[in-house]
C-alpha cells in the first residue's frame, strides 16, 4: 500500500499565484487599472451623457484592432453611468451581446431581452419556442416596464448574420415601440471595412460618433501588465518578465489581451514546472501559445473549406521563402492537395474565390489587385496576415 496521503498529493497552496482572477479572460479591471485609456472613456461618456438626464443616448461606433480595451471601455463606461444615473433617480440597464455568439436575429434579442429581464416583471424570455416577433413585444415591454435608458453593447458587430435587429433597435422609439425607454446602442468592431457593408438608414442611425482605438505600443502594454502584477505572490515575477511580454504583445498588434494571456500561461508554465519565479524563458513559450491562442479565436466559425484554403497560403508561404503574395490559381492549386489529404471533394475556382474575400474581411489575408499588363490583364494576390507556421500548425492539429 502506498503510504502517499493527501497532503503530499496535492499542494494546498498557490505558490504562483496570488489573485489569479485579475489575469481571466472575462475580469473587468476597475478605474485605476485602466491604463492610457482616459480620452476614449471621455468620449464615451460624453457620448452616453444624455442617459443621465433621462434623454436619448447618442449611438456609438468602437472601431480597432483586436485588444485594443473596445469592449472593457464600453462596459466600464455603462457601469459607471448606471451607478451616477442612480444617483439621479434614472433608471439605466445595459445589456451585452456578444454577437459572434449570437449572430442571429433571434438568438441577439433573445439574449438582450433575458439580459435585463433581471426582475420586477412577469414577462418570461424562454430560450426556445417563440418567435423573434414576440421576443421583440417583450423585450419592448420590459424596457418600458423597468427602465429609463438601456444601453445595448454589440460586441463584434460584423458577426451578425444580418443588419435586421439593428432596423428594428434603431427605429424602436419612432416607429412607437417604445413608449418610453430610450435606447443607446455601443456597436463594436475590429473591421475598418464593416460600415460599408452596412444598410444606409441603419448607417446614419447607429454610427452617430465612431471613435478608433489605437494600439497600444510596448510601454502602455508594461503599464497594463504592472498594472495587474498583483496577480502574482510577491517577489515570484523576475524583473524582465513583464517588460519582455510586453516588447512581445507590442512587436505585433499591440494587443493587450495577448500582453495578459502571455503573462497569465508564463505564471501556468512555472506552476506546472514547480518553479519558485517566472522567468523570461516562461514568456517565451506563453507567447507561442497565446499567439496559437488568438489564431484560433480568429477562426473561430470558419467552413472547414475556408480552413483549406488558409492551410494552402499557409503552406505556399513556408514553401516559398521571401514570397508572401500568391495568385488565386497558386493557392487553388494547393488547396486541392489539401483536400485530396482531407478526402473532401474541392470546391470551385469561385467559391474559393469567395472563401479567401470573406477572410480578407476578417482581416486574416490581405488581397491587392496586380496588373498583369496587356498580356495578363489583371489578377488577385492573396496574402497571410498572420504567422504562416502559427497558421498550419493550429490548423492541422
Ligand atoms: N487600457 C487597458 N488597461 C487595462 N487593461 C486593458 C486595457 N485595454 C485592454 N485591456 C485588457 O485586455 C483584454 C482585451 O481587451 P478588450 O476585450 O477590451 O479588447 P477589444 O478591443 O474589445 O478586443 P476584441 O476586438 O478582440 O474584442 C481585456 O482583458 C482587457 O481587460
Same mark, same amino acid.
Given at each position: 500500500?502506498?503510504?502517499?496521503?493527501?497532503?503530499?498529493?496535492?499542494?494546498?497552496?498557490?505558490?504562483?499565484?496570488?489573485?489569479?482572477?485579475?489575469?481571466?479572460?472575462?475580469?473587468?479591471?476597475?478605474?485605476? &487599472?485602466?491604463?492610457? &485609456?482616459?480620452?476614449?472613456?471621455?468620449?464615451?461618456?460624453?457620448?452616453?451623457?444624455?442617459?443621465?438626464?433621462?434623454?436619448?443616448?447618442?449611438?456609438?461606433?468602437?472601431?480597432?484592432?483586436?485588444?485594443?480595451?473596445?469592449?472593457?471601455? +464600453?462596459?466600464?463606461?455603462?457601469?459607471?453611468?448606471?451607478?451616477?444615473?442612480?444617483?439621479?433617480?434614472?433608471?439605466?440597464?445595459?445589456?451585452?451581446?456578444?454577437?459572434?455568439?449570437?449572430?442571429?436575429?433571434?438568438?441577439?434579442?433573445?439574449? *438582450?431581452?433575458? +439580459?435585463?429581464?433581471?426582475?420586477?416583471?412577469?414577462?418570461?424570455?424562454? /430560450?426556445?419556442?417563440?418567435?423573434?416577433?414576440?421576443?421583440?413585444? &417583450?423585450?419592448?415591454?420590459?424596457?418600458?416596464?423597468?427602465? /429609463?435608458?438601456? *444601453? *445595448?453593447?454589440? =460586441? %463584434?458587430? /460584423?458577426?451578425?448574420?444580418? =443588419?435586421?435587429?439593428?432596423?428594428?433597435?434603431?427605429?424602436?422609439?419612432?416607429?412607437?415601440?417604445?413608449? &418610453?425607454?430610450?435606447?443607446?446602442?455601443?456597436?463594436?468592431?475590429?473591421?475598418?471595412?464593416?460600415?460599408?457593408?452596412? /444598410?444606409?438608414?441603419?448607417?446614419?442611425?447607429?454610427?452617430? !460618433?465612431?471613435?478608433?482605438?489605437?494600439?497600444?505600443?510596448?510601454?502602455?502594454?508594461?503599464?497594463?501588465?504592472?498594472?495587474?502584477? =498583483? +496577480?502574482?505572490?510577491?517577489?515570484?515575477?523576475?524583473?524582465?518578465?513583464?517588460?519582455?511580454?510586453? +516588447?512581445?504583445?507590442?512587436?505585433?498588434?499591440?494587443?493587450?489581451?495577448?500582453?495578459?494571456?502571455?503573462? #497569465?500561461?508564463?505564471? %501556468?508554465?512555472?506552476?506546472?514546472?514547480?518553479?519558485? @519565479?517566472?522567468?523570461?524563458?516562461?514568456?517565451?513559450?506563453? !507567447?507561442?501559445?497565446?499567439?496559437?491562442?488568438?489564431?484560433?479565436?480568429?477562426?473561430?466559425?470558419?467552413?472547414?473549406?475556408?480552413?483549406?484554403?488558409?492551410?494552402?497560403?499557409?503552406?505556399?508561404?513556408?514553401?516559398?521563402?521571401?514570397?508572401?503574395?500568391? !495568385?488565386?490559381?497558386?493557392?487553388?492549386?494547393?488547396?486541392?492537395?489539401?483536400?485530396?489529404?482531407?478526402?473532401? =471533394?474541392?470546391?470551385?475556382? #469561385?467559391?474559393?474565390?469567395?472563401?479567401?474575400?470573406?477572410?480578407?474581411?476578417?482581416?486574416?489575408?490581405?488581397?491587392?489587385?496586380?496588373?498583369?499588363?496587356?498580356?495578363?490583364?489583371?489578377?488577385?494576390?492573396?496574402?497571410?496576415?498572420?504567422?504562416?507556421?502559427?497558421?498550419?500548425?493550429?490548423? @492541422?492539429?
Amino acid at each position: 500500500m502506498s503510504d502517499v496521503n493527501s497532503n503530499e498529493l496535492f499542494s494546498r497552496e498557490d505558490p504562483i499565484f496570488e489573485k489569479k482572477e485579475l489575469l481571466e479572460i472575462n475580469h473587468l479591471p476597475d478605474h485605476g &487599472r485602466i491604463v492610457g &485609456r482616459d480620452d476614449e472613456i471621455s468620449a464615451l461618456a460624453n457620448a452616453l451623457n444624455p442617459a443621465l438626464f433621462n434623454q436619448s443616448p447618442s449611438n456609438v461606433l468602437l472601431y480597432g484592432k483586436t485588444g485594443t480595451g473596445k469592449s472593457l471601455c +464600453a462596459k466600464h463606461v455603462s457601469r459607471r453611468l448606471v451607478d451616477e444615473a442612480d444617483e439621479e433617480g434614472v433608471v439605466v440597464g445595459v445589456a451585452y451581446v456578444d454577437c459572434a455568439q449570437d449572430s442571429t436575429e433571434t438568438q441577439a434579442v433573445q439574449t *438582450i431581452a433575458s +439580459a435585463i429581464n433581471c426582475s420586477g416583471t412577469k414577462v418570461s424570455i424562454p /430560450d426556445k419556442g417563440i418567435s423573434t416577433s414576440t421576443y421583440y413585444k &417583450r423585450l419592448w415591454r420590459i424596457l418600458d416596464e423597468l427602465y /429609463d435608458v438601456v *444601453i *445595448i453593447i454589440l =460586441d %463584434e458587430i /460584423d458577426k451578425l448574420e444580418n =443588419d435586421d435587429i439593428l432596423m428594428q433597435l434603431s427605429r424602436a422609439g419612432e416607429a412607437g415601440k417604445l413608449e &418610453r425607454c430610450k435606447l443607446g446602442v455601443i456597436g463594436i468592431s475590429n473591421k475598418i471595412k464593416y460600415k460599408d457593408r452596412m /444598410d444606409e438608414r441603419v448607417k446614419s442611425s447607429l454610427c452617430e !460618433r465612431e471613435f478608433v482605438f489605437p494600439p497600444y505600443d510596448a510601454n502602455q502594454l508594461r503599464a497594463i501588465m504592472e498594472a495587474r502584477s =498583483d +496577480a502574482f505572490k510577491q517577489g515570484v515575477l523576475e524583473p524582465g518578465t513583464i517588460p519582455l511580454a510586453a +516588447a512581445q504583445a507590442a512587436q505585433e498588434h499591440g494587443d493587450a489581451r495577448k500582453a495578459i494571456d502571455i503573462l #497569465r500561461y508564463a505564471g %501556468e508554465l512555472a506552476q506546472t514546472e514547480s518553479a519558485d @519565479t517566472v522567468r523570461e524563458e516562461y514568456v517565451k513559450k506563453a !507567447r507561442e501559445r497565446a499567439e496559437n491562442d488568438r489564431f484560433r479565436e480568429l477562426i473561430r466559425g470558419a467552413t472547414p473549406h475556408s480552413k483549406y484554403a488558409l492551410q494552402a497560403l499557409a503552406i505556399l508561404s513556408l514553401e516559398n521563402p521571401g514570397v508572401d503574395a500568391f !495568385r488565386t490559381s497558386r493557392v487553388y492549386e494547393v488547396y486541392e492537395q489539401v483536400c485530396r489529404q482531407m478526402d473532401s =471533394d474541392p470546391l470551385s475556382t #469561385r467559391r474559393v474565390r469567395d472563401l479567401l474575400r470573406e477572410q480578407a474581411f476578417l482581416d486574416v489575408i490581405e488581397q491587392a489587385r496586380q496588373s498583369g499588363g496587356s498580356a495578363e490583364g489583371s489578377y488577385t494576390e492573396h496574402r497571410l496576415l498572420e504567422d504562416p507556421e502559427v497558421v498550419k500548425k493550429v490548423l @492541422t492539429s
